[in-house]
């Protein structure tokens, strides 16, 4: 059984919102750093956003800062992704991504993270 589910994922116009979720019923939620990575065909895989185990820290890549929005909810054990202002090439396969943690730290690195979600597609286009 998958450890981290995405889901939300879909067609949407140019300037349009998603919010994608990332449900984790089986982890300790609360102790995973978690983060979002895209990749779209072709390209690297690319960090997107992060957040620390408690919620207090954010991090998010220079291509969506101030149009993505992470967040999380450690009772639903579920991780989230807001997406405003979307465009043509945010087009990608999102992943969400954990990583058991003893500390409040932020990760962004790919290497850093030990469990993956399939993937959804997000696809931005008129």
């Known amino acids: 059984q998958a450890q981290l589910v995405e889901s939300g994922g879909g067609l949407v116009q140019p300037r349009g919102s998603l919010r994608l979720s990332c449900a984790a019923p089986r982890l300790t939620f609360s102790a995973y750093a978690m983060g979002w990575f895209r990749q779209a065909p072709g390209k690297e895989r690319e960090f997107v956003a992060a957040i620390n185990s408690g919620g207090s820290g954010t991090y998010y890549g220079d291509s969506v800062k101030g149009r993505f929005t992470i967040s999380r909810d450690n009772v639903k054990k579920t991780l989230y992704l807001q997406m405003d202002s979307l465009k043509a090439e945010d087009t990608a396969v999102y992943y969400c991504?954990?990583?058991?943690?003893?500390?409040?730290?932020?990760?962004?690195?790919?290497?850093?993270?030990?469990?993956w979600g399939q993937g959804t597609q997000v696809t931005v286009s008129s």
């Open positions: 991504a954990a990583k058991w943690v003893w500390n409040n730290d932020v990760y962004v690195a790919a290497n850093d993270f030990d469990s």
